[in-house]
């Protein structure tokens, strides 16, 4: 079920996104770099026929719903934003990891 991951990732796309629209500061940058590798990874999923059952697939899901929980929580404060940054990486790099494994 891909579908659940691209979906996931166009979530952590549009969180990042709002992330954006809310911080102006030193971190847009980062932000709007991140913004672009999750719109490679939402392609790259679509054109995988990735594997549901394996640990990095359910790893991928785990660490998109906490980027996106963590973003979508966030109140604006800059450890926020670091924290969210991170953990948008974290599962950027969860969700490759998981494109490698095919």
Do not use: C, F, P, W
Request: charge should be negative; avoid cysteine.
């Amino acid at each position: 079920m891909e579908n659940e991951l691209a979906e996931k990732i166009d979530g952590l796309g549009s969180a990042v996104a709002g992330l954006i629209a809310r911080h102006r500061g030193g971190d847009t940058k980062t932000l709007m770099e991140l913004q672009d590798e999750i719109s490679q990874l939402s392609l790259a999923v679509i054109a995988r026929d990735l594997r549901t059952e394996q640990a990095s697939y359910t790893a991928a899901i785990q660490g998109l719903n906490a980027a996106i929980d963590s973003i979508g929580n966030t109140a604006n404060q800059l450890d926020d934003v670091a924290k969210g940054i991170a953990l948008a990486s974290k599962a950027i790099s969860l969700v490759t990891k998981a494109l490698g494994a095919v």
